[in-house]
Nanobody
Framework: HVQAVESGGGKVQAGGSLTLSCTTS????????MAWFRQAPGQQREGVSC????????FFADSVKGRFTISRDNNKNTLYLQMNDLKPEDTAKYYC????????????????????WGQGTQVTVSS
């Protein structure tokens, strides 16, 4: 069981900023690339950004490139997502996940799909 715990969401106006955090203690955090996903009502979960296990490699979806920054602190087993210049279309519940690799294509670690997802943290952006 590798459930993550996400936090930091909230309600902001367009142009505002939020920083999300994610922790998970059931895996060796520093060994895995990590990612942020989001899911809006009625839509499929989509990948937002990922980061290599060491933090020296990142990838961003085109929709957030230049506005979001992903980082991690392996000493604290914590993943972050700094979100600036938020837009109404960023409204969604945000989740983190551990990956097999972080590149233009992603693969969740075995077991994450079934038991790894946390409750997520809601981000709501008003226009």
């Amino acid at each position: 069981h590798v459930q993550a715990v996400e936090s930091g969401g909230g309600k902001v106006q367009a142009g505002g900023s939020l920083t999300l955090s994610c922790t998970t203690s059931a895996i060796t955090f520093a060994d895995y690339p990590m990612a942020w996903f989001r899911q809006a009502p009625g839509q499929q979960r989509e990948g937002v950004s990922c980061i290599s296990h060491s933090g020296d490699g990142t990838f961003f979806a085109d929709s957030v490139k230049g506005r979001f920054t992903i980082s991690r602190d392996n000493n604290k087993n914590t993943l972050y997502l700094q979100m600036n210049d938020l837009k109404p279309e960023d409204t969604a519940k945000y989740y983190c996940a551990a990956l097999m690799y972080c590149s233009s294509s992603w693969l969740l670690i075995p077991g994450w799909e079934d038991s790894g997802w946390g409750q997520g943290t809601q981000v709501t952006v008003s226009s």
